[in-house]
């Protein structure tokens, strides 16, 4: 019998070899940022499913971040198409600099009136101050009888010190942290609760492995220390959630979300349970131009496909200026109004699934992101980022992809190739008043406590101050930054 499959590819090859006029075949293959050569062609490969859990419309999430018309804005995003709400509070790392500067109960209600909590999903991201921040919107859902449908607590403390290079010491914090998680999943009984966040990373330049890496070893350091508080793995891995960034690399962004299934699913059978990843996706603050911010536009939805037809269960795509004006976040929930009921990209669960390239893509970022895994699980995820190793590998990661960038072997449109004549004056948008940082000792009070001081009208600096002190790791702090900022003047 004929291999057609296999003359089909010998007769390309011949083809090839002719246009390529003596050039190498390897001249056509691609080299990652994670040291992976692919090839220009592959042929089908046996499918494995990595994807949602069945096909369906992804949440679209729109951020609440910044104190300027908060709630109108969010108000519109929900009528307009979104059907999600990401809080960002200032000093988070997702705030970049901005953020929401609520501080008591009645602030957030505020910047949140009129936006019915009992009808969608909400988000909270709020890095060191998760605690407290969650405390206040916890009361704020208490005051008004409306509890989300879903809340995501995003409690991060690992993120959060590689983000600030600060943090309770562990003996102090994961005591707090079983604590608070036992007393949420009776308050808070649908969503997750801990997140695993590989944006810290990706945002000052890591790699797709790199990124997933440190993700995966996020979950496996809090799996651990929760367990030495009696908190078992089948309770709290149904409530983590991880999120990683998408970016205009499309298929890259595709095999990483892949990859990111695959590996929790191998954490989640060495614990002996059954537990389905909530992946969540933000596109990408680093690859954003801001002298030529229309082309932003471009990379931001190859950005929320790929990450839509990597399997992620919800997205947020940043605003292509940069500042979130009306237009902009218009523009954000459009890119993905479009992708799901024009497009329907959510008809299929997992698009990738038996095609040669996005399986071999997968696996070699599944494989360089398991060996990453491994060394940081090994020396510890907490004691590699203080010791400044997890700082050190992003920044040789970022370094070479300015290098290349400079030298012309990777090319960004509107920047180092076709720049506008014309450069496009961005606001830049005044920073946030930024919370106090929250730091955990044994002593402080309840969490029962806490929620009753906030609906008290206890201010986030007053939650933040019962949950002060102890003793405090430092580590280099990881900083995001934008890849064509040096290069735009």
């Not at 997933?212 to 078992?232: C, H, N, P, Y």
Request: include cysteine; aromatic fraction near 4%.
């Amino acid at each position: 019998m004929v291999d057609t499959v296999k003359a089909g590819a010998d007769a390309w090859r011949a083809l090839v070899d002719k246009a390529l006029k003596g050039a190498p075949f390897e001249t056509l293959t691609t080299t990652t940022a994670d040291g992976a050569v692919l090839q220009p062609l592959y042929r089908p490969a046996e499918p494995v499913y990595s994807g949602r859990a069945s096909h369906g419309r992804w949440d679209i999430v729109q951020r609440v971040d910044t104190d300027a018309n908060a709630a109108a804005q969010a108000r519109e995003d929900l009528e307009s198409g979104a059907n999600a709400l990401s809080i960002v509070f200032a000093g988070a790392p997702s705030a970049f600099g901005g953020g929401l500067s609520a501080g008591t109960v009645t602030a957030l209600d505020s910047a949140l009136d009129g936006v019915h909590l009992g009808l969608f999903p909400v988000h909270l991201e709020a890095g060191a101050n998760s605690i407290a921040a969650l405390t206040m919107f916890i009361a704020l859902a208490e005051s008004r009888a409306s509890r989300p449908q879903y809340l995501h607590a995003g409690i991060d403390p690992i993120g959060a010190f590689a983000a600030t290079g600060t943090m309770a010491h562990p003996d102090t914090l994961f005591p707090r942290l079983a604590q608070t998680v036992r007393t949420l999943i009776d308050l808070a009984p649908e969503g997750t609760l801990v997140r695993a966040d590989g944006r810290i990373v990706a945002e000052a330049g890591a790699t797709p492995a790199e990124e997933l890496a440190f993700a995966l070893a996020s979950v496996t350091a809090m799996l651990r220390a929760l367990d030495k508080e009696g908190i078992a793995a089948e309770t709290i891995l149904p409530r983590i959630e991880m999120t990683l960034t998408a970016t205009a690399d499309q298929f890259a962004t595709i095999a990483k979300f892949r990859a990111a299934r695959r590996l929790f699913a191998l954490v989640a059978e060495a614990c002996g349970v059954n537990a389905p990843l909530t992946l969540n996706a933000t596109t990408a603050a680093r690859m954003l131009s801001l002298s030529d911010p229309q082309t932003n536009l471009l990379r931001l939805t190859i950005a929320a496909f790929a990450a839509g037809v990597g399997g992620a269960d919800a997205v947020t795509v940043l605003p292509f200026d940069g500042i979130g004006s009306p237009f902009a976040r218009r523009m954000s929930r459009n890119i993905q109004t479009l992708l799901l009921e024009e497009s329907h990209v959510d008809a299929i669960a997992d698009p990738g699934a038996g095609s040669g390239a996005i399986e071999a893509y997968t696996d070699t970022i599944a494989a360089a992101a398991w060996e990453k895994f491994q060394a940081h699980d090994a020396g510890g995820l907490i004691e590699r980022i203080a010791d400044g190793t997890v700082a050190r590998i992003v920044g040789a990661s970022a370094e070479r992809e300015a290098a290349a960038l400079a030298a012309g072997e990777a090319v960004m449109i509107g920047v180092t190739r076709h720049p506008p004549e014309t450069k496009t004056p961005i606001a830049v948008r005044p920073a946030s008043a930024m919370p106090l940082e929250t730091y955990i000792r044994p002593d402080s009070a309840e969490f029962g406590a806490l929620l009753a001081a906030a609906m008290g009208g206890a201010s986030i600096a007053d939650l933040a101050g019962a949950l002060a002190n102890g003793d405090i790791l430092t580590a280099p702090a990881i900083a995001p930054s934008r890849v064509a900022a040096p290069l735009e003047g």
